[in-house]
């Protein structure tokens, strides 16, 4: 479980998504929910690319990473086979929960940004517990965990 490039973390990542007749309302834009779905594929593939993947985190750990917190912007509707850029990139760091910056374009137009924090959890008590530190090492290069 160990990340092959830690100093990727401390840059965004990209994941590009199509827009499916199944993300869209009834006039084909994309369904104002549909947006955090996206996002969660975002946190979930920039895991991934840091070296964590969260069913082998929970397997192997005990932690999961649950939404805390969550704030949106909608500036402009995505529509039905838009392709679409997710940044993601990880704007605060604490001891048992961290934040995340994402963003949604279409080509260079910004159509949503998100704010999310997620809580470090542990499945068997249900509690907050500390961030393990290979990924807080991972997430924030350079400093002691």
Known sequence: MLPTDPAAAITPESLMVRVYYEDTDAAGVVYYANYWRFCERGRTEWLRRQ???????????????????????????????????????????????????????????????AAVSVACLDTKRNRAVAIPDIIRKTLNPGQPG
């Open 51 to 113: 070296g964590f993947d969260q069913q082998q985190l929970m397997d192997e750990t005990g932690i999961a990473f649950v939404v805390r917190r969550v704030e949106g912007d909608y500036h402009r509707p995505a529509r039905l086979d838009d392709t679409l850029q997710i940044l993601t990139s990880v704007s605060t760091l604490k001891r048992a929960s961290l934040s995340f910056s994402q963003k949604i374009f279409r080509d260079a137009e910004l159509l949503f940004e």
